[in-house]
């Protein structure tokens, strides 16, 4: 059996998806995070020393980190399904796109949400200019023309080929959403601007697989 430590609001709801769609059983073990500090529970580093969600234990393994893990599960139980032949341009672009999700696109998002988030923080009324002031210079000189640069360029991609390794749908594309969805939720993209990325995510939601995953993900 398959079992999934899953963190509420968290990047694991993209490996339920994944079982999904290589029809795999599996299990799921919740935990919730704490409502002030949104942080996951010390349970979790029972299971692994960082404490992070995803974590998934299989045959007696612990695997953890989300690309690590995909690429675990489509080797194992859908390697003619969910990945492009080895050897071929478009399993190269497969590899390259599960490591840029979390290693390239990934980044950008978080920092805004730091920076949002010490903007807002409870802090002595003289210190409040100084911090939004730093914030809107790393809004304005860094994160925002990151952003900009990674969706362009994804939108792009997907001016050459329908999913993102190719012609079709891989575990790449489950791998990038959710970077994408969290872009659409706070980062700018837009159908106005990124058309062919609003159809690859109203595309990928109309999944039955991932809809089946949100549909265990709740309690």
Do not use: C
């Amino acid at each position: 059996m398959i079992t999934v430590h899953h963190l509420n609001a968290s990047r694991s709801l993209r490996i339920l998806w994944l079982l999904e769609e290589l029809g795999q059983p599996y299990e799921i073990v919740r935990y919730q995070r704490d409502p002030k500090t949104l942080l996951a529970p010390p349970e979790l580093r029972r299971i692994h020393p960082l404490g992070k969600s995803p974590v998934v234990q299989i045959d007696g393994e612990t695997l953890a980190e989300s690309g690590a893990i995909i690429e675990t599960l489509v080797e194992r139980f859908g390697a003619q399904q969910l990945a492009p032949p080895r050897g071929t341009p478009d399993f190269a672009r497969y590899r390259y796109w599960l490591h840029y999700a979390e290693g390239s696109a990934m980044p950008p998002l978080l920092l805004k949400l730091v920076f949002e988030r010490v903007a807002a923080a409870p802090m002595p009324f003289f210190a409040k200019p100084i911090a939004r002031s730093i914030v809107s210079q790393v809004m304005r000189g860094f994160v925002g023309p990151q952003l900009k640069l990674h969706l362009g360029y994804m939108e792009s991609e997907l001016a050459q080929r329908d999913w993102f390794a190719g012609d079709a749908f891989s575990a790449a594309d489950v791998q990038l959403s959710y970077p994408l969805m969290a872009a659409r939720q706070r980062a700018g993209l837009s159908e106005a601007a990124h058309p062919r990325l609003s159809d690859w995510l109203a595309r990928i939601e109309a999944r039955p697989a991932l809809q089946r995953a949100r549909t265990r993900e709740r309690p």
